[in-house]
């Protein structure tokens, strides 16, 4: 697993903020069979090194930094925020509207 994957991430985002081509790419992986590895092979095309492992990952860790944050941690999960690829579309959907 790629141990920047947080920068490439961010590399990835600022990317597709400034390039509209790329953003629409990115949104358009909804609809890949397999979105997860559609985002990495685009990643790859831009020099930012993003694997399926990455993406779980920015999503786990996202959720670990909530639930270490909360005073006195929680009992149960939180299922719904570990989906880094939810979070990453997220984003880019938020640059459409600005």
Not at 19 to 41: F, I, Q, W
Not at 47 to 76: H, P
């Amino acid at each position: 697993m790629n141990p920047n994957h947080t920068n490439s991430f961010s590399k990835l985002l600022r990317k597709a903020e400034r390039d509209e081509g790329l953003r629409k790419r990115l949104l358009e992986t909804k609809k890949a069979k397999d979105p997860l590895l559609a985002v990495s092979r685009i990643a790859g095309e831009e020099g930012c090194a993003v694997t399926v492992g990455d993406i779980f990952c920015q999503g786990e860790e996202f959720a670990d930094e909530l639930w270490k944050g909360s005073e006195g941690g929680g009992e149960d999960p939180m299922p719904t925020w570990d989906d880094g690829y939810g979070q990453f579309i997220a984003a880019l959907q938020q640059m459409e509207y600005k």
